[in-house]
T-cell receptor
Framework: NAGVTQTPKFRVLKTGQSMTLLCAQD?????MYWYRQDPGMGLRLIHY???????AKGEVPDGYNVSRLKKQNFLLGLESAAPSQTSVYFC????????????FGPGTRLTVL | AQKITQTQPGMFVQEKEAVTLDCTYD???????LFWYKQPSSGEMIFLIY??????QNATEGRYSLNFQKARKSANLVISASQLGDSAMYFC???????????????FGTGTRLQVTL
């Protein structure tokens, strides 16, 4: 099992460009999440999904959109990138249980110039 | 107010010694869950331990234990017999509210960097 994978691992964008980050999991998890990690601020939830076709906003959703067309995939889109979106992005997934251990991907380091 | 507070930006511990990483939380909900994750320099987040608010006993997982003091709203991570491989960032996180079947959102602290020395 690959677990949670993220594509790409690194990306540099210019202000105003768009891109999509792909997250895939092969554990049949119902829940999936997108976080961003900035220095000194820990992880902050951007968007999450409780199942195929459903998404919801997290703590810092502005400037991002998501889609979950298939259970195993969760896409994070930046329509018009801004320097403030320079960050490391983590995808995670979990079962629908109280224990809710989240399995994380390796992260995507995004720089917006 | 911060929901999760980790007041130690950095900690040093000698190999084979025990170390406690502090975490305090703020919630008015009687149902919640507390988590600790480890982030090595390679970047991935690794789940370590979980404590539910109604759990009577402190959680333990191998060398990791969670010192849960509900009245003080603290959930400190104790690592016994530290190893060089324990050097990493450690994050405390909380799920507020009872698990209702919808996604359990986590709020993370800012982390503590642990360095294990010889």
């Amino acid at each position: 099992n690959a677990g949670v994978t993220q594509t790409p691992k690194f990306r540099v964008l210019k202000t105003g460009q768009s891109m999509t980050l792909l997250c895939a999991q092969d554990m049949n998890h119902e829940y999936m999440y997108w976080y961003r990690q900035d220095p000194g601020m820990g992880l902050r939830l951007i968007h999450y999904s409780v199942g195929e076709g459903t998404t919801a906003k997290g703590e810092v959703p502005d400037g991002y959109n998501v889609s979950r067309l298939k259970k195993q995939n969760f896409l994070l889109g930046l329509e018009s990138a801004a320097p403030s979106q320079t960050s490391v992005y983590f995808c995670a997934s979990s079962y629908r249980t109280e224990y809710n251990e989240q399995f994380f991907g390796p992260g995507t380091r995004l720089t917006v110039l | 107010a911060q929901k999760i507070t980790q007041t130690q930006p950095g900690m040093f511990v000698q190999e084979k010694e025990a170390v406690t990483l502090d975490c305090t939380y703020d919630t008015s909900d009687p149902s919640y869950g507390l988590f600790w994750y480890k982030q090595p320099s390679s970047g991935e987040m690794i789940f370590l331990i979980y404590q539910g608010s109604y759990d009577q006993q402190n959680a333990t997982e191998g060398r990791y234990s969670l010192n849960f003091q509900k009245a003080r709203k603290s959930a400190n991570l104790v690592i016994s017999a530290s190893q060089l491989g324990d050097s990493a960032m450690y994050f405390c996180a909380m799920r507020e509210g009872a698990f209702t079947g919808t996604a359990s959102k986590l709020t993370f602290g800012t982390g503590t960097r642990l360095q294990v020395t010889l």
